[in-house]
Each structure stands twice: as C-alpha cells, then as structure tokens.
C-alpha cells in the first residue's frame, strides 16, 4: 500500500524548534518529490516546502513565510523526508501534511503523482 | 506570486443539485491544475489534476474543465457523501498555490 506517515508533532513555544519526520512506503522513494502542507485556521491550506527527487538532486524551494527558519531534508536509506522548523511563530501553528509530489516536470511525471498521497497530518501548536 | 480566487467560499445545496465551483488565476496557465476534496477531521483527497483528468476511483459525476485564468469544478448530481470542502491547487511556478477553499453544505 502507498503511503505516507507523519509524526513528530507537539507544542512548543514562540521562538522553539520542533522537527516533523514522514515516513514513506509502498513506492519508489527516490523517484518522487516530496512536499509539506500546512492547515491553519487562517490561512487554509498553504503549501510550505519541497524536495526535488534524486535525479533532480534533491533540491529545495520554500515557502516566503518558512524561508530561513525551515528546511527540508531527506533520507533515502530510510524512505523519509524531514522538516526541521526553527525560529517558530505563533502563525506557525497548524496541522502539517506530507505529500507525495510528482515524479518529473513533463508529462505523466509531472501530472500524474501531483500530490496524489496525502498522509494523515501531525498538529503543530506554538503558544507561549 | 500567482495569486487563486477561489468562488463561492461557501454554498448550500441539496441531493441531487448540480454544483460548480470556480477558480481564477492571476496569471495564465496551461495544465497545472488540481482539485482536492476535504471532510472534517480528514486530509485532502486528490479529485482531479492536469485541470481535467479524473483520480482513480473517484465517481464520475466529477468533473474539471477550464484554461488560461478560469477552471472550474462540477459535481454534476450532488450526492450526500459529497459535502465537504473543495480546494484548487495551481502548480505553475513557485509558490505553489492553493485556492481559499469552498465549503459545500446541506441545504
């Protein structure tokens, strides 16, 4: 079965660090890029990080709102994708989603794995 | 940043209504367009992507047109499992952009 599995969520506060982990199963990791979501009361969703795939050299974009206090990373011997969040805001809080992106930017690579796989969420809460 | 108005925010229908839900881009795109379904206490489900292609297992009653700045999503015979809250997603350039959302409730 594909799937994807957060964990690591918690509170913390103003200023904290919390690092969410994902775990992926069920297909070829490194073939796929990988991305967070976040849910805010706010803001809906919002999409907040990528990593490119292996071949694309595991590259990164971000978020205006994270970039430089949140980085993505991954670890293929482990299947998983990380986001460390540093330097956390109030208007960080929110449930984070890891999704499984597409394999490419053409075609069936492109269109269709976009964010086909959704895990089911860890809750970030910063509060002082 | 491309920038998604997503229209209405919020509607009530009945069983068997015919729904459309709007998007519009600030900037023109091509094929970069997916649809999401939402229920309460659930994550987003993939409904359609590349505007118009149908997700695997999903009822045929949906269904997603559009080009350029406006797409759109049908839901041609609404149906009770079908309230819930819709999202469009533009992938066209960084960042990626999500529509406000559209919360379809029981009339």
């Known amino acids: 079965e594909v799937q994807v599995v957060e964990s690591g969520g918690g509170s913390v506060q103003p200023g904290g660090s919390l690092r969410l982990s994902c775990a992926a199963s069920?297909?070829?990791?490194?073939?796929?890029?990988m991305d967070w979501v976040r849910q805010t009361p706010g803001r809906g969703l919002e999409w907040v990080a990528r990593?490119?795939?292996?071949?694309?050299?595991?590259?990164?974009e971000y978020a205006a709102s994270v970039e430089g206090r949140f980085i993505v990373s991954r670890d293929g011997s482990q299947n998983s994708v990380s986001l460390q969040m540093n330097s956390l805001k109030i208007e960080d809080t929110g449930v984070y989603y890891c999704?499984?992106?597409?394999?490419?930017?053409?075609?069936?690579?492109?269109?269709?794995?976009?964010?086909?796989?959704w895990g089911k969420g860890t809750t970030v809460t910063v509060s002082s | 940043d491309i920038q998604m108005t997503q229209s209405p925010s919020a509607m009530s229908a009945s069983v068997g209504d015919r729904v459309t839900i709007t998007c519009r881009a600030s900037?023109?795109?091509?094929?970069?367009l997916v649809w999401f379904q939402q229920k309460p206490g659930q994550a987003p489900k993939r409904l359609i992507y590349?505007?118009?292609n149908l997700q695997s297992g999903v009822p045929s009653r949906f269904s997603g047109s559009g080009s350029g700045t406006e797409f759109t999503l049908t839901i041609s015979s609404l149906q009770p499992e079908d309230f819930a809250t819709y999202y469009c997603?533009?992938?066209?350039?960084?960042?990626?952009?999500f529509g406000g959302g559209t919360k379809v409730e029981i009339k």
């Open positions: 590349a505007v118009s």
């Open positions: 999704v499984r992106g597409p394999r490419g930017t053409t075609g069936n690579d492109l269109y269709y794995y976009y964010m086909d796989v």
């Open positions: 990593s490119r795939n292996k071949a694309d050299g595991h590259t990164t």
């Open positions: 997603l533009l992938h066209h350039s960084y960042p990626l952009t």
């Open positions: 069920g297909f070829t990791f490194s073939d796929h890029y």
């Open positions: 900037q023109g795109t091509n094929t970069n």
